[in-house]
């Protein structure tokens, strides 16, 4: 089956080209008439409305309005941003700005959130981030009996910050146990990571080593199995740059930003769609419907992984915006911002 982009021939895609160009520019519908004015269409204005009339037949044009000029539809902008968009490097101006947030010092979670805020700045839309996921280092874990069957585990980090979670067991919880349980982890355990723990546990346990009998050793597991799963569940995401989306455009639909805003709530969503950029070689470009997240708002994004010093993916920065964006701007902007975050993590 072929695709719309070989059934055009060389005035169709010249007409779709300025109706895409001219939309994304201003926001407006394009008429014949206004496309019949540019110096590189020799058409008539009744020819050209033949050719805009081909192309909504072929679902890459639609009329907002009965009597208005045509606008593209998000496989028409799926069509221009795969086979026919020009992309512009970043200029010396955009690049400075972007670099200037990466000196080198303090957290890098604050050199993230700057950097994100300069892109969000730059694009006019939200800027966001996956920030590297990054393990506690065990200082000590205590465990408080809730119930026969229920445990509170209480996990302070080597940075001294605390976190509890609540533990199912499967058999009655004694004190003896809590107690095997906590002085095995601050004896054996403090000073490593979780999976640096959960592995040195299980060699202990192979080798019949562990000074644990099977229920503390079952406690133990679960203790440190609920919060290595939770940190991969809850990547870090910084947002930035939320109000750039209530620009003048947005008087007029309202509810579409509302959507979004809404959308930008939903920290778990965004981290499993910025989570399917992580294997992309550059930029990924996500439009309108195309990601089920923001299908309703109409929204696109455009995301591109970084990676640490040994050349792995440890995160994902992007932009969030309307579908009317300035994709051959701003897919350049974002690879830029990505491969500078690399460098700062060399």
Same mark, same amino acid.
């Given at each position: 089956?072929?695709?719309?982009?070989?059934?055009?021939?060389?005035?169709?895609?010249?007409?779709?080209?300025?109706?895409?160009?001219?939309?994304?520019?201003?926001? +407006? &519908?394009? #008429?014949?008439?206004?496309?019949?004015?540019? !110096?590189?269409?020799?058409?008539?204005?009744?020819?050209?409305?033949?050719?805009?009339?081909?192309?909504?037949?072929?679902?890459?044009?639609?009329?907002?309005?009965?009597?208005?000029?045509? +606008?593209?539809?998000?496989?028409?902008?799926?069509?221009?941003?795969?086979? /026919?968009?020009?992309?512009?490097?970043?200029?010396?101006?955009?690049?400075?700005?972007?670099?200037?947030?990466?000196?080198?010092?303090? &957290?890098?979670?604050?050199?993230?959130?700057?950097?994100?805020?300069?892109?969000?700045?730059? !694009?006019?839309?939200?800027?966001?981030? +996956?920030? &590297?996921?990054?393990?506690?280092?065990?200082?000590?874990?205590?465990?408080?009996?809730?119930?026969?069957?229920?445990?509170?585990?209480? %996990?302070?980090?080597?940075?001294?910050?605390?976190?509890?979670?609540?533990?199912?067991?499967?058999?009655?919880?004694?004190?003896? /146990?809590?107690?095997?349980? #906590?002085?095995?982890?601050?004896?054996?355990?403090?000073?490593?990571?979780?999976?640096?723990? =959960?592995?040195?546990?299980?060699?202990?346990?192979? /080798?019949?080593?562990?000074? %644990?009998?099977?229920?503390?050793?079952? %406690? =133990?597991?679960?203790?440190?199995?609920?919060?290595?799963?939770?940190?991969?569940?809850?990547?870090?995401?910084?947002?930035?740059?939320?109000?750039?989306?209530?620009?003048?455009?947005?008087?007029?639909?309202?509810?579409?930003?509302?959507?979004?805003?809404?959308?930008?709530?939903? /920290?778990?969503?965004?981290?499993?769609?910025?989570?399917?950029?992580?294997?992309?070689?550059?930029?990924?470009?996500?439009?309108?419907?195309?990601?089920?997240?923001?299908?309703?708002?109409?929204?696109?994004?455009?995301?591109?992984?970084?990676?640490? @010093?040994?050349?792995?993916?440890?995160?994902?920065? @992007?932009?969030? @915006?309307?579908?009317? %964006?300035?994709?051959?701007?701003?897919?350049? +902007?974002?690879?830029?911002?990505?491969?500078?975050?690399?460098?700062?993590?060399?």
């Amino acid at each position: 089956m072929s695709s719309p982009f070989t059934e055009l021939n060389d005035r169709a895609r010249d007409v779709f080209r300025i109706v895409v160009e001219s939309y994304l520019e201003t926001g +407006m &519908p394009v #008429g014949s008439r206004t496309i019949s004015k540019t !110096s590189t269409v020799n058409l008539s204005p009744a020819s050209i409305r033949n050719v805009m009339q081909d192309l909504e037949e072929l679902g890459l044009l639609a009329a907002p309005h009965t009597s208005a000029g045509r +606008m593209p539809t998000e496989q028409g902008l799926r069509l221009f941003v795969d086979g /026919m968009m020009q992309v512009a490097e970043p200029s010396a101006e955009e690049r400075a700005a972007i670099e200037k947030q990466l000196d080198g010092t303090g &957290p890098i979670e604050a050199a993230l959130a700057a950097t994100t805020q300069a892109l969000s700045g730059l !694009s006019a839309c939200a800027g966001i981030v +996956m920030v &590297p996921r990054r393990e506690p280092v065990l200082r000590q874990m205590n465990f408080v009996r809730l119930s026969d069957s229920q445990v509170l585990a209480v %996990l302070v980090g080597h940075d001294g910050s605390i976190d509890n979670r609540v533990l199912e067991m499967d058999r009655r919880v004694t004190e003896s /146990m809590l107690v095997q349980a #906590g002085n095995f982890i601050t004896a054996r355990l403090a000073g490593r990571s979780l999976s640096q723990a =959960v592995a040195v546990l299980d060699a202990e346990i192979g /080798m019949e080593r562990a000074a %644990l009998d099977s229920a503390s050793s079952d %406690l =133990v597991r679960r203790g440190l199995a609920i919060w290595s799963r939770d940190g991969s569940d809850r990547p870090v995401l910084i947002v930035r740059g939320q109000a750039n989306l209530l620009d003048n455009e947005a008087a007029a639909d309202l509810e579409r930003v509302r959507r979004l805003l809404d959308e930008l709530e939903a /920290m778990q969503e965004i981290a499993h769609l910025l989570d399917s950029a992580r294997e992309a070689g550059s930029a990924r470009i996500f439009i309108g419907a195309e990601n089920k997240l923001f299908s309703l708002s109409g929204s696109s994004v455009i995301a591109a992984p970084y990676r640490d @010093g040994e050349g792995r993916v440890v995160g994902v920065v @992007g932009v969030i @915006g309307p579908t009317r %964006l300035n994709y051959a701007r701003i897919v350049p +902007m974002v690879d830029f911002t990505a491969q500078s975050l690399t460098r700062l993590l060399k």
